[in-house]
């Protein structure tokens, strides 16, 4: 009989090998400097130590250190909404097996102020102090 222990730490062993071997296989030029852990294993000093272990040029960070976990998916939704709205891809066909990239999501005007809220908001995220 396996020790429950025994099984989560060949899951841990297991979910840490497949984030280097992404990180392998998909940054073959240009290598990231810091993974970013989100979740439940970014709460886990053992899978943020084997990490680091198997990723020694790397910086291995907790990402809620820079978003809050609970606003993670709204920030996700307002990047790609900042990025249709401003006519930049939101996919990568290397990462996803897209075809080409392409606008991500949908405009949809509000029912109070149609188009020209749209139109506003686009004129404020192409104004030269929003950091590109």
Same mark, same amino acid.
């Given at each position: 009989i396996i020790k429950g222990e025994d099984v989560m730490r060949t899951a841990l062993e297991w979910t840490c090998r497949t984030i280097v071997d992404v990180y392998t296989s998909h940054f073959t030029s240009? #290598?990231? &400097? &810091? /993974?970013?852990v989100s979740g %439940?294993? $970014? #709460?886990?000093? &053992?899978?943020?130590?084997?990490? $680091?272990? /198997?990723?020694?040029s790397m910086k291995v960070v907790d990402s809620s250190l820079i978003i809050?976990? =609970? =606003? #993670?998916?709204a920030v996700g939704f307002a990047i790609l909404g900042a990025c249709t709205l401003c006519g930049i891809t939101g996919?990568?066909? $290397? =990462? &996803? %097996?897209a075809k080409q990239k392409t606008l991500l999501g949908k405009l949809s005007p509000?029912? *109070?102020c149609g188009y020209r809220g749209l139109f506003k908001a686009q004129q /404020? /995220?192409?104004?030269?102090? *929003?950091p590109k």
């Open positions: 240009a #290598k990231p &400097t &810091t /993974l970013y %439940g294993g $970014a #709460k886990n000093p &053992t899978m943020m130590a084997r990490l $680091a272990e /198997l990723l020694p809050d976990p =609970a =606003a #993670k998916e996919n990568e066909p $290397a =990462a &996803t %097996g509000s029912p *109070i /404020l /995220l192409s104004s030269p102090n *929003i």
